[in-house]
DNA sequence: CGAATATATTTCCACTGTAAATATTCTGGT
DNA sequence: ACCAGAATATTTACAGTGGAAATATATTCG
């Protein structure tokens, strides 16, 4: 067990994780496939069903570990210690940093079709990136009502911002001269409506 | 000319993309086939080419309609000559309820690797998608500079809120117990932040 | 050393989209 | 009315896909 290498070819589940991710964004979505991602790494195309299940367990492992990466982009070591409002510059703007480093894998991580979405794992993973986003959107958010709340609210709005950014952005939807020079965090004050939930002005 | 049946089926084009829009809606993303489609209508597979040249060609067409109708689910009659809030309430209102309503097909309509992406048809739905998006978008935002530099991040804004919001939701993103008698209008204030742009406090 | 387990392969199957050749139907000109 | 050409749809064939089942091989443990 002290072996680095083990049975056949070593420890293909991570050895498979990495090649699948290195197709998934040479190819995109479509292109990966397990056959092609075997042949890459020397092995049958059925060999993953031992560790996968089937490709949705394999996508569900790619997504997993994907989750869980979006969370070390969000948390920089510099801002551990600083203010909510720096820490929340940092997680949005890592957040899109992984968007647009990883667009096919990020453009996985919501499919609706493709992943078992209630494996623990997976589960754990994106509550992870949640309770980031959740703690700095804390101070956002001007309407009235029970703290937590207002809390639950803006941890949804904000989630629902950057997302939505990330994945128009990576997407193509925003035409670039548009998006000269702008970050994410250029456009979040934009959206601070004034449109009142009950005073108007 | 005038008879509505014509050539061998009558206009396959229209059957073809209710049809597959049902098989899509039915079986989700992964279950759409040309084959099983055209099963459904009783032509061969490979009748499409010729109105769809291909898969991606289907698929394109397909999300034009969806932009197309994702415009009117915008646009309510009873508030076409209302202000600019009741219009905007409107607009976010309704492109939430097309997105859930038709999931499948709104996850299509953002997916970076199976459309033609600079389909001319396609283009200008999309763009008079993100038009009613910007009208709705313009008296939002604080952030100083030239109206125009203000309009635009606006607009970039709220379409990022908006869809990141109806993705989540329709991709199962956010806890229901979360979620208990709100809609995207709630939500919507929740992000509008305190956070300064340059001055700290 | 041997039994049990974990891992990987081989083989086979149903299904997919696409290309090419063929057949059928419609259209327009004379 | 007729015929040529275009538009439309079918047939056939093919390479690729994921998955199931039986088999082979390596590891682990008693």
Redesign the interface.
Known sequence: MVSPRKYHHGNLKEAFLEAAREVLEAD????LSLRKTAEKIGVSHTAPKNHFGSMSGLLTALVTQGYAELADYMVADETAGADR?AR?GTALAGYVDFATAN??LY?LM?????LV?DDPDLMRE?GACFSILADVAK?????TGPAEV?T??????????????A??I?????KKD??KN?SVL??????????P?DTPE
């Open positions: 995109g979505l479509t292109g409002c929340r667009p096919a453009e919501f499919a609706r079709d493709r979405n994106v101070d956002l958010g001007w309407h207002v639950g609210k803006s941890q949804i709005a904000l989630w629902s911002f950057v997302h939505g950014y994945q128009l990576t997407a193509g939807r925003f548009n998006m702008l250029d456009i979040l004050p934009a959206i601070s409506a004034k449109i939930p």
